[in-house]
């Protein structure tokens, strides 16, 4: 009997994991994979990197700004009038005040480091996420294409069955055509179960990294889900990566405010410089030359400018409150979320329950059904009818399988528990501390930590 295309795909991706020494990849497995591979992991990991940088950046306007400059001027005609000046010179620049303004923007600079880092946080909760519900979109497609494949099999067997009673007399054309029908049906409801399977093998790929091979069954979530609503509520309120980088941006907001407001009050500044001046004839004989040096300071006060300055401050204050509010958004939609996974993990305990009383129901009437089918009591429909809702019921308890693991990951990640670290994955932790340290107060060097 020809082979199906899924089923080759299939025995394929189960050779290639046999040919590298690979047993059947648990979820755990396939999240560590993603924690590792994943893009938008990766990518998060770089804009935290970058943002890092703004500290520095900041800092700079603590520190001394040191310039060299050098000229050459040919003045005069040729001859013994002619005379050039060549000149060589460094200067100093140094802020003494500037309104608080660097302090400020120093401040402003950590607060979106610790936004930052806690919206990676919130990218690596839903990364794992999306990893542990393509994992289970696998799992639960395979299994329907195999319940419609074993399915195929035994409407092939009762065709045969009803072909054999029909050449003796016992059965009606009527029988066959009706086994045809749902044998033709469940071929065309194959297929579209095989594709489904290789849509979610894709997006397994894009969100894993790696092309999945044998998957073992998954259990839902306990240890890291609270024990109530109530409980989840007030967990995800208080620690919840989200709603912790809205604040940090209210932090932010706040000394930008500060920060502008420190342009309308005095500044003071060191100036030095230390000049060469050095004058030749034509002829290539020295006429004279000179070291010169000057040292001050500058305060300079502002009286009006252009009302840029007023309109900076506006709209940081503006963006302070826009901030605000983006708090108590983020907090309804926390909250809201969480009521929903908690009532959907309820709800798939549930119908996993009531499913499997389905299913077991379902196969005993099936049973019952042949039997009296081979006593005369039944029609041939009456068990295609039978074996269709024992089909239906089991893809239905496939799903609610997935559902209910699904669920509960979806809960921990309303919460914001659904992290590497409280999963206890076997992988090496991002520390976004690492870099930060590395750079902070670092003065000079083109060079990333990381060698580029």
């Known amino acids: ?41 990766n990518y998060g990991r770089a804009g935290v990197r970058a943002t890092n940088e703004a500290v520095p950046i900041a800092k700079s306007g603590f520190r001394p700004r040191v310039s060299s400059s050098a000229s050459f001027v040919q003045s005069g005609a040729t001859g013994s009038n002619g005379r050039s000046t060549t000149s060589f010179g460094i200067t100093l620049n140094q802020s003494l005040f500037d309104g608080f303004q660097t302090r400020n923007n120093v401040q402003s600079a ?26 289970m979109d696998v799992l639960q497609n395979r299994r329907i294409a195999s319940l419609r494949e074993q399915n195929i099999a035994s409407l092939r067997e009762q065709l045969r069955s009803e072909r054999a009673r029909f050449d003796v007399g016992e059965g009606t054309r009527t029988d066959v055509a009706q086994a045809e029908s749902s044998l033709a049906q469940a071929r065309a409801q194959l297929a579209s179960a095989q594709a489904n399977a290789r849509a979610s093998e894709a997006t397994y790929l894009e969100v894993i990294g790696s092309v999945p091979g044998s998957l073992k069954s998954a259990t839902a979530l306990s240890k890291v889900l609270p024990k109530s609503l109530a409980s989840a509520e007030q967990i995800a309120a208080a620690g919840h990566p989200s709603i912790l980088a809205s604040q940090a941006l209210v932090d932010s907001g706040l000394f930008d405010v500060k920060s502008s407001e420190g342009a309308l009050l005095p500044q003071v500044q060191l100036n030095a410089g230390v000049s060469q001046d050095i004058v030749d004839s034509s002829l290539g004989t020295v006429r004279g030359s000179g070291t010169s040096g000057n040292i001050g300071i500058d305060v300079t006060v502002p009286i009006y400018e252009r009302g840029r300055s007023s309109a900076t401050v506006r709209r940081n204050k503006e963006l302070l409150g826009q901030a605000r509010i983006d708090v108590d958004v983020k907090r309804d939609a926390v909250r809201s979320a969480v009521t929903s996974a908690y009532t959907a993990l309820d709800a798939a305990r549930l119908s996993l329950s009531a499913n499997q009383q389905a299913v077991s129901a379902a196969q005993l009437a099936l049973n019952g059904v042949i039997e009296e089918r081979n006593v005369g009591q039944r029609t041939t429909l009456d068990v295609l009818n039978a074996r269709t809702t024992v089909l239906n019921n089991q893809i239905s308890l496939v799903q609610a399988e997935r559902n209910l693991v699904v669920s509960s990951y979806a809960l921990a990640s309303s919460v914001g528990r659904l992290t590497a670290k409280r999963l206890g994955l076997k992988v090496k932790a991002h520390d976004p501390e690492e870099h930060y340290n590395a750079v902070k107060d670092k003065w000079f060097g083109l060079r990333t930590p990381d060698g580029r």
Do not use: H, P, W
């Not at 990218?123 to 393509?134: C, G, H, K, V, Y």
């Open 1 to 41: 009997m020809r082979k199906s295309i899924f089923s080759v795909i299939t025995a394929a991706a189960l050779l290639a994991s046999a040919n590298v020494g690979m047993t059947a990849e648990s979820i755990y497995s396939a999240l560590a994979k993603a924690y590792e591979n994943n893009s938008s992991l």
């Open 110 to 135: 950590e607060a979106q480091v610790r936004a930052q880092r806690a919206n990676l946080t919130n990218t690596e909760i839903n990364t794992l996420f999306d990893a542990a519900q393509a994992f």
